[in-house]
Each structure stands twice: as structure tokens, then as C-alpha cells.
């Protein structure tokens, strides 16, 4: 339990501040789900104008440093390998 001033207003904005990353992870996830549910319905159109959405959230939620800049290009990478694998398909 913090003891003092200073410690009691860190607790308080540390908690405002998991809840707010919180909400931007999950965000995160809903853009990364919506990607993945256009590639499973095999529209390929569909999928490419998702990915370009949720490209921007993942670029803007590794700038905030929510995940890192590693993980938000690997899974760009992965997302765009499977729609490029819907034309072969």
C-alpha cells in the first residue's frame, strides 16, 4: 500500500493509465480480428481494405509503445503474407 503523497497520486495514475492501455490493446485485437475473419471468408478485396485499417492501429498503438514496434511489424507481415496467399489460393 503506498504510504505516502506522492506514492497514493502514482498509484491512482497508474491505475487510470492500465485501464486506458487496456482499452487500446483491445482495440488492437478487434482490428487484428476483423483482418482475420475477411481472410477466412475469403474475400480478398474485403480483407485488403480491413488490413489497411488496422495497419494504422497497430502503427499508432507500437508508437504509444502498447506492444513494441517488433511485434506490431511482425504481425503486418503475417497478415499481409495470408491475403497474398488468398490470390494463389
Not at 22 to 50: C, N, P, Y
Not at 54 to 81: F, G, Q
Amino acid at each position: 500500500m503506498a504510504n505516502s503523497a506522492q506514492a497514493r497520486k502514482r498509484a491512482r495514475q497508474a491505475d487510470g493509465q492500465r485501464s486506458h492501455n487496456a482499452s487500446l490493446r483491445s482495440t488492437l485485437r478487434t482490428a487484428i480480428k476483423r483482418v482475420r475473419q475477411a481472410i477466412e471468408a475469403g474475400d480478398k478485396a474485403a480483407a485488403q481494405g480491413v488490413f489497411q485499417q488496422s495497419v494504422a492501429v497497430l502503427d499508432r498503438i507500437a508508437d504509444k509503445k502498447i506492444v513494441h514496434k517488433n511485434k506490431a511489424s511482425r504481425t503486418k507481415s503475417r497478415l499481409s503474407a495470408q491475403i497474398k496467399a488468398l490470390a494463389a489460393a
